[in-house]
């Protein structure tokens, strides 16, 4: 008997050593975005963003018990770095990949996520196509055809101007997104008299400004980063111009404030937070606790973004199923809808919808318009 029993301990040991390894081992996430460069600011909330919640994973043991190991990636704005990067985190492997800011490095990346069947989950990209790469993308923000109905609504509905002028960035977001508004507002009954593409990097906006002068519109849509918004507004603002501005999302860092200073007073934005909502006060007094400042929406993009992933994570672990990236997607497709500080997460085709508030800048600081 003893004999026997010997050998059935013998045979489990090992099968007790590798379940105690898998559950001591780290659960690695990767995280990229630009962190230097024209946009660093967007790329720094967004990685405070997912640091912040993972710490809150953290002070919790770990997830399921198990530790998590974020390894964090500066892809430069840059396509070509962004696939490096991406080959780089598939690499270790991850079982998720949280980013990028932008379109154009989400969409580089995404090709080589879905080949080594890792899920990416970025929170801000909002190009149509980036969830149409394959099953692995996900996205935490509404899509662009979405986010143009809510910016006819700013300039429209908002600032009630009926005839709009539109300069754009000249990438694959601003392309898009000064189309899709201009022929919302066109549809809506309003007039778009100008719409022009901004090259990225640009600094003189006095000839577009001379063009505004001469259209007489009785709004302008910037549908810009803001680098570039921050001196076209201040341009606008010297040139006696006192015409109504609305914005889009990435209006909505603090750093569009900071740039412009007084010429961004009145500026009419939605967006999917505000650090100034009471709903959101433990994860606003958090974030300010470990930054020394509020919040934006980007930080909270990401915040939830982490959040979503995690719990895909944790149901995976749950279940007693191999933690693979695939199993992860198979989570962020198809488990329960997800609440966090931009709303609600439920993703459909990897995309997702969510209303949104308009705030103004008043003061010097984003305010709810009332």
Known sequence: MRLIRS??????????????????????????????????????????????????????????????????????????????????????PVVLAIGSWSTTSSMAAAPIFAEAKIPQISPTSSHPDFTKQSKYQFRQNNTDDVLAQYNAATIQDKLKAKSVVIPYSQDDWGVYTGKATADIIKKNGGKVLLLESVQPGSRDFRPFISKIRALKPEGVFLALPYQEASIFIQQLRQAGETIPVGGGIPLTSPKFIELAGKAAEGTVL??????????????????????????????????????????????????????????????????????GVTGVTKYENGNVHKDPVFIVVKDGQFQLLK
Not at 8 to 33: D, H, K
Not at 299 to 318: F, H, M, N, P
């Open 7 to 92: 050998s059935v301990l013998a045979a489990l040991l090992p099968m007790f050593m590798a379940a105690q390894a898998q559950a001591a081992e780290p659960i690695n996430v990767g995280f990229f975005s630009h962190m230097s460069g024209n946009f660093a600011e967007y790329g720094a909330s967004s990685k405070n963003g997912v640091e912040l919640y993972l710490d809150k994973i953290k002070a919790q043991g770990g997830i399921e018990g198990r530790p998590i190991n974020l390894i964090v990636e500066d892809d430069r704005n840059s396509p070509q770095e962004a696939a490096s990067v991406a080959r780089k985190l598939a690499a270790k």
């Open 270 to 339: 939605h967006t999917l937070f505000i650090a100034q909502d009471p709903r959101y006060k433990e994860f606003t007094d958090a974030y300010k606790a470990k930054y020394g400042r509020l919040p934006d929406l980007f930080s909270a993009l990401a915040y939830d973004a982490a959040g979503v992933g995690t719990e895909a994570i944790r149901r995976v672990i749950k279940s007693g199923k191999p933690l693979t990236g695939d199993a992860v997607r198979e989570e962020l497709a198809n488990g329960p809808a997800y609440t």
